[in-house]
């Protein structure tokens, strides 16, 4: 099972991971506690509950970059562009905007 700990401003958010029925994303139980603690995106609002979805959430899908961009990091880090989740692992840990995402290394 491949994860990912979701930061927001640099807060760990959340934990965001694959399995065999798909994905699921988690708040992050300190970040969750904070009074100032804002959703990662409007389609996830803050909740205890984890999310679950069969394929990647669109909003981190929305992480990945595109076009040229896209092009060299599969070149560079020989990864199948068809692997979305391996994509958001390797290319979020510097996005642009407030959310990024790093590998938690098992």
Do not use: H
Not at 14 to 21: F, L
């Amino acid at each position: 099972m491949r994860q990912g700990r979701v930061y927001y401003n640099n807060l760990i958010a959340g934990v965001i991971a694959e399995n065999d029925e798909g994905f699921t994303f988690k708040y992050d139980e300190a970040y969750l506690n904070n009074e100032s603690a804002k959703s990662i995106s409007l389609t996830l609002p803050l909740q205890q509950e984890a999310y679950q979805n069969k394929i990647l959430f669109p909003f981190f899908d929305g992480l990945i970059p595109e076009g040229w961009l896209l092009n060299i990091a599969v070149a560079n880090w020989k990864i199948n562009a068809r692997d979305r989740f391996g994509l958001l692992l390797t290319l979020c840990k510097d996005c642009i905007g407030c959310v990024s995402v790093q590998s938690i290394e098992a």
